[in-house]
């Protein structure tokens, strides 16, 4: 079982930053690709970007390219998005995600879901 709880969101007005965190606990956590999605109202949820249990592997979506970070700490037991250069539509509830590989956490079939955190990006 893997537990996932997610922090750092909020208001922040365009071009600025934030960092998210995830914290993850269970057994066989560093074993997990981890990932991050968002969901816009009227919108379906949508990758952002994922990396591999040891943090030698990642993918972003083309929208978020080169202006978010993905990353994980040396223990594997915190995942952080680091977003630059935020954009309104990057507004969103942005979740935490985790399973076997990097393929599978991308696919969404099976993924531990974290409860979520609020970004909104005002003009």
């Known amino acids: 079982q893997v537990q996932l709880v997610e922090s750092g969101g909020g208001l922040v007005q365009a071009g600025g930053s934030l960092r998210l965190s995830c914290a993850a606990s269970?057994?066989?956590?560093?074993?997990?690709?981890m990932g991050w999605f968002r969901q816009a109202p009227g919108k379906e949820r949508e990758f952002v970007a994922a990396?591999?249990?040891?943090?030698?592997?990642?993918d972003y979506a083309d929208s978020v390219k080169c202006r978010f970070t993905i990353s994980r700490s040396v223990a594997s037991t915190t995942v952080y998005l680091l977003m630059n250069n935020l954009k309104p539509e990057d507004t969103a509830v942005y979740y935490c995600?985790?399973?076997?590989?990097?393929?599978?956490?991308?696919?969404?079939?099976?993924?531990?879901w974290g409860q979520g955190t609020q970004v909104t990006v005002s003009s």
């Open positions: 269970g057994r066989t956590f560093s074993n997990y690709a």
């Open positions: 995600a985790a399973d076997g590989s990097l393929r599978t956490v991308i696919a969404a079939a099976n993924n531990y």
């Open positions: 990396i591999s249990w040891t943090g030698g592997s990642t």
